[in-house]
């Protein structure tokens, strides 16, 4: 994981298989010195400027078209863009009364790095919360077929745009991914469980016969 994204401070984490929101992921942000570091932050954007942090129940993504203008997104967008990396992210189909999740990942089997956007929430009693949103756009081939938005995917070489370029610079990198990067397939419904938290989670769903 240092290595891959260039990290020159990394937190320690576990292997994770289901990260609902409201829980802590890892996060790539420029420290005052302009290098990378990783560290957990809460999924579910809280605003510098917000009252009750349980606003951020309702903030865990943000949409690509307004991120620049609306009032939740638009300080963040400004001043404090992240990676959110990971080696893949699930969705959910519709299928009658039934809704069958799929895993996506790059079809080169790297990790992936999602853009976001992190606060930090000072709370009355002096307490900081740091906490981030993932950006999502329209989807690509892969995706389109089961949902109509997906994780704004950076490309390596734009890592380091996403992160320090000024916010003009940066929307074209909010394009769905080329779909023939990306490859998906149907996985256990228990992923829609979310204390459900093992390997089996992300394998390839076995057909009925």
């Given at each position: 994981m240092a290595s891959h994204f260039g990290l020159s401070e990394c937190a320690d984490f576990g292997p994770r298989y289901n990260i609902p929101p409201g829980t802590d992921i890892p996060v790539i942000r420029l420290s005052p010195e302009g290098k990378r570091v990783l560290h957990l932050l809460r999924w579910g954007l809280v605003?510098?400027?917000?009252?009750?942090?349980?606003i951020g129940a309702k903030l865990n993504n943000a949409r690509a078209e307004g991120v620049g203008e609306k009032f939740s997104y638009r300080d963040a967008f400004r001043r404090r863009r992240c990676l959110i990396p990971a080696d893949g992210f699930y969705?959910?189909?519709?299928e009658g009364r039934l809704k069958q999740p799929w895993h996506f990942s790059l079809r080169?089997?790297?990790p992936l790095a999602m853009g976001g956007?992190?606060?930090?929430w000072r709370g009355p009693d002096g307490r900081i919360l740091r906490a981030c949103a993932i950006?999502?756009?329209?989807?690509n081939a892969v995706m389109a077929p089961v949902h109509d938005r997906?994780?704004?995917i950076i490309a390596p070489e734009h890592w380091q745009d996403w992160l320090a370029a000024p916010p003009d610079e940066v929307r074209a990198l909010l394009a769905p991914l080329p779909a023939e990067a990306m490859q998906?397939?149907?996985v256990d419904r228990r992923v829609s469980h979310t204390t459900a938290?093992?390997?089996g989670l992300v394998a390839l769903m076995a057909e009925a016969a």
């Amino acid at each position: 994981m240092a290595s891959h994204f260039g990290l020159s401070e990394c937190a320690d984490f576990g292997p994770r298989y289901n990260i609902p929101p409201g829980t802590d992921i890892p996060v790539i942000r420029l420290s005052p010195e302009g290098k990378r570091v990783l560290h957990l932050l809460r999924w579910g954007l809280v605003p510098h400027r917000s009252g009750d942090p349980s606003i951020g129940a309702k903030l865990n993504n943000a949409r690509a078209e307004g991120v620049g203008e609306k009032f939740s997104y638009r300080d963040a967008f400004r001043r404090r863009r992240c990676l959110i990396p990971a080696d893949g992210f699930y969705e959910w189909k519709t299928e009658g009364r039934l809704k069958q999740p799929w895993h996506f990942s790059l079809r080169s089997g790297d990790p992936l790095a999602m853009g976001g956007l992190w606060e930090s929430w000072r709370g009355p009693d002096g307490r900081i919360l740091r906490a981030c949103a993932i950006i999502t756009t329209g989807p690509n081939a892969v995706m389109a077929p089961v949902h109509d938005r997906v994780p704004a995917i950076i490309a390596p070489e734009h890592w380091q745009d996403w992160l320090a370029a000024p916010p003009d610079e940066v929307r074209a990198l909010l394009a769905p991914l080329p779909a023939e990067a990306m490859q998906a397939w149907k996985v256990d419904r228990r992923v829609s469980h979310t204390t459900a938290d093992d390997p089996g989670l992300v394998a390839l769903m076995a057909e009925a016969a």
